[in-house]
């Protein structure tokens, strides 16, 4: 069963840091490139990072670029996303995303709440 588990979320201070995973199961993970997304209350989800199968390009949204890093482990089908220098209005549902070639599964989600 193809499958996306994310994990790593919670609830930090601003300016603080997360990293959160996101584990793939069910299919060829190097094979396919990843994106991160995420859902604030009351707005549509939105693009927040992406990485090709190999990992040696990355590309992020203007609203978190320098503050977050995106990173793969093909040898685990893993991969994640370094948040850094957090602020109230990244308080989100985070969702992994594989979406090429036929194969569009979503996560659950993880809850980053930021708050003092």
């Known amino acids: 069963q193809v499958q996306l588990v994310e994990s790593g979320g919670g609830l930090v201070q601003p300016g603080g840091s997360l990293r959160l995973s996101c584990g793939a199961f069910?299919?060829?993970?190097?094979?396919?490139?990843m994106t991160w997304w995420r859902q604030a209350p009351g707005k549509q989800r939105e693009f927040v990072a992406a990485?090709?199968?190999?990992?040696?390009?990355?590309s992020y949204a203007n609203s978190i670029k320098g503050r977050f890093t995106i990173s793969r482990d093909n040898t685990k089908n893993m991969v994640y996303l370094q948040l850094k220098s957090l602020i109230p209005d990244d308080t989100a549902v985070y969702y992994c995303?594989?979406?090429?070639?036929?194969?569009?599964?979503w996560g659950q989600g993880t809850q980053v709440t930021v708050s003092s």
């Open positions: 995303k594989v979406d090429e070639r036929g194969l569009t599964v």
């Open positions: 069910g299919f060829a993970f190097s094979d396919y490139a």
């Open positions: 990485i090709t199968n190999g990992g040696g390009d990355t």
